[in-house]
Structures are given as structure tokens and as C-alpha cells.
């Protein structure tokens, strides 16, 4: 059965396959050549907050259900 430890490991997991992504050579962000193009670098860095968002709140989940008040209540 999957578990949040599981579902957030597999967030982590994303995280660095988007870094890979942003920094693969095959990925030639614009920017970097000629600074009067836009860098498309923050387009992969603003994924990767959101994904830290939703890490964060399943954190915050998985410490709300192990907090000792929370193991008598069945959910
Ligand atoms: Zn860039």
C-alpha cells in the first residue's frame, strides 16, 4: 500500500528529474548565449516550487497523523 513517506520520496524524485531536464544538454536555454533572450531556466525552477509546495503540505499531513492525539481517531 502507498504511503505519504512514499509519496513524498517520489516528489523528491521529480524534483531532480525536472533539474535534469533544465540543465540536459539538449535543453538549450536561450539566455545563456545572448542575454537579450529570456531564460527559460525559471520555467523549469517555477515546477519544481510548486512541487515543494505540495511537498510541504504532505509533510505537514504526515506530522498532523502521527501526532499522538490523531492515533485514537479512526479515519
Ligand atoms: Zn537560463
Redesign the pocket.
Known amino acids: 500500500m502507498a504511503n505519504l513517506k512514499d509519496s513524498i520520496e517520489c516528489i523528491e524524485k521529480i524534483k531532480q528529474d525536472i533539474r535534469d531536464l533544465r540543465d540536459a544538454d539538449y535543453v538549450k536555454?536561450?539566455?545563456?548565449s545572448n542575454d537579450k533572450y529570456p531564460?527559460?531556466?525559471?520555467n523549469f525552477d517555477l515546477v519544481n516550487d510548486k512541487l515543494d509546495e505540495l511537498s510541504k503540505d504532505l509533510n505537514e499531513i504526515r506530522d498532523d497523523l502521527l501526532h499522538p492525539a490523531m492515533q485514537n481517531i479512526n479515519i
Open positions: 536555454c536561450p539566455n545563456h531564460c527559460i531556466c525559471e
